[in-house]
C-alpha cells in the first residue's frame, strides 16, 4: 500500500507553540497532499507538494517532502485554537488518494 | 468560493435498504470521485469517474455500489442493498484535472447509519 501514515497519533499543545506532525509513505507519489478534517466534518485541503518540490509554504503552513526518505512534515506555526482538529496527509496516484490514518492535534488556550 | 456541496448530510436507513447519496461538485471541475470513512478510521476510496464512465474503483466498490451523473450538476452514488458495515461517511470530491498533480476538493460529506 501506499498509504500515507502519520506520526505522532496525537499531539497536544499550547496556543502560540508550533506544531509539527509527520508522514511517511511506502511507493514512489505524484504528489502529496495535506488535509484538515474537524471533528465530524468534512476534509478541508490544506496544500500540495508536487513530488519535485522540497519544501512549501502557505501562510502559518509549512511542508517538507523528501522523495528519498519517503516522508513529508507539516508544521504549523503559532497555533491558535482554532487549529485543533485532525491532519491527514494523503499520497496521489492515478486517480486516487491515500489517506492515512492522521494525527488529532489540540491547540490549548 | 465554489465549494463541493453533498446531501443529505445525515441518512439513516433499514439493512437492504436502497440508498443515493447526492454531490454537487465544483462546476468547471471534471473528475468527480467518492471516498467513504468509517467511524474512527481512515478515508478510504471509492471510485473515481471522468467523462460519464469510471476511472479507477477500489475493492470495496462492488456490484452493490453505482455511481451515475444524471444531469450536468449532479454526481450520485447509489448503494443498492445497504449493509450494516456500509454505515459511514461519505465524502464526495472534484477536481478540476485527472491528473495526479491535481488538487481534490472534499464536500462535507454524508452520514449513513444501517440500522
Known amino acids: 500500500s501506499q498509504q500515507g501514515e502519520e506520526d505522532p497519533q496525537a499531539l497536544s499543545i499550547q496556543e502560540g507553540e508550533n506544531a509539527t506532525m509527520n508522514c511517511s509513505y511506502k511507493?514512489?507519489?505524484?504528489?502529496l497532499q495535506w488535509y484538515r478534517q474537524n471533528s465530524g466534518r468534512g476534509l478541508v485541503h490544506l496544500i500540495l507538494?508536487?513530488?519535485?518540490?522540497r519544501e512549501k509554504h502557505s501562510g502559518r503552513l509549512r511542508v517538507t517532502l523528501d522523495t528519498s526518505k519517503k516522508s513529508s512534515s507539516l508544521l504549523i506555526t503559532a497555533s491558535r485554537a482554532a487549529d485543533t482538529a485532525s491532519y491527514f496527509c494523503?499520497?496521489?496516484?492515478?486517480?486516487?488518494?491515500?489517506f492515512g490514518a492522521g494525527t488529532t492535534v489540540t491547540v490549548r488556550a | 468560493e465554489p465549494e463541493v456541496t453533498q446531501t443529505p448530510s445525515h441518512q439513516v436507513t433499514q439493512m437492504g435498504q436502497e440508498v443515493i447519496l447526492r454531490c454537487v461538485p465544483i462546476?468547471?471541475?471534471?473528475?468527480f470521485y467518492w471516498y467513504r470513512q468509517i467511524l474512527g478510521q481512515k478515508v478510504e476510496f471509492l471510485v473515481s469517474?471522468?467523462?460519464?464512465?469510471?476511472?479507477?474503483k477500489s475493492e470495496i466498490f462492488d456490484d452493490q455500489f453505482s455511481v451515475e451523473r444524471p444531469d450536468g450538476s449532479n454526481f450520485t452514488l447509489k448503494i443498492r442493498s445497504t449493509k450494516l458495515e456500509d454505515s459511514a461517511m461519505y465524502f464526495c470530491?472534484?477536481?478540476?484535472?485527472?491528473?495526479?498533480?491535481?488538487?481534490?476538493?472534499f464536500g462535507p460529506g454524508t452520514r449513513l447509519t444501517v440500522l
Open positions: 470530491a472534484s477536481s478540476e484535472q485527472g491528473s495526479s498533480t491535481d488538487t481534490q476538493y
Open positions: 511507493t514512489s507519489i505524484n504528489n
Open positions: 507538494i508536487r513530488s519535485n518540490e
Open positions: 494523503a499520497t496521489a496516484n492515478d486517480y486516487k488518494l491515500s
Open positions: 462546476s468547471n471541475h471534471l473528475y
Open positions: 469517474f471522468y467523462n460519464n464512465e469510471i476511472s479507477e
